[in-house]
């Protein structure tokens, strides 16, 4: 399993941000795929998770502002739209699959400040 994650970067309150996230090896369809977050000084969250393509989990802070989805060709492929970012929301993002024990991402720095 090789899980390559994309589109962090620094954006103002309010503002907006997508992620990605690639499994590049398998061949089969990985059935749940996950968004955990870790600030500075905290455990590592939840942010969101999807089942197939709409079942999906997500932490209370970020309901309604952030939507998980999976690539409509590629189901091994999901994404993350952040809106109304909020300087809470700073953290690095990781993607898993097959829960804590399973496969991580590298990491992607997400930064919410004015």
């Known amino acids: 399993v090789h899980l390559v994650e994309s589109g962090g970067g620094l954006v103002q309150p309010g503002g907006s941000l997508n992620l990605s996230c690639a499994e590049t090896e398998l061949r089969v369809v990985i059935r749940t795929m996950s968004w955990y977050r870790q600030s500075p000084g905290k455990e590592r969250e939840l942010v969101a998770r999807i089942s197939g393509r709409t079942d999906t989990t997500y932490a209370d802070s970020v309901k309604g502002r952030f939507t998980i989805s999976r690539d409509g060709t590629d189901e091994n492929t999901m994404f993350l739209r952040m809106n109304k970012l909020k300087p809470e929301d700073t953290a690095v993002y990781y993607c898993?699959?097959?829960?804590?024990?399973?496969?991580w991402g590298q990491g992607t720095q997400v930064t919410v400040s004015s």
């Open positions: 898993n699959v097959y829960g804590d024990s399973g496969y």
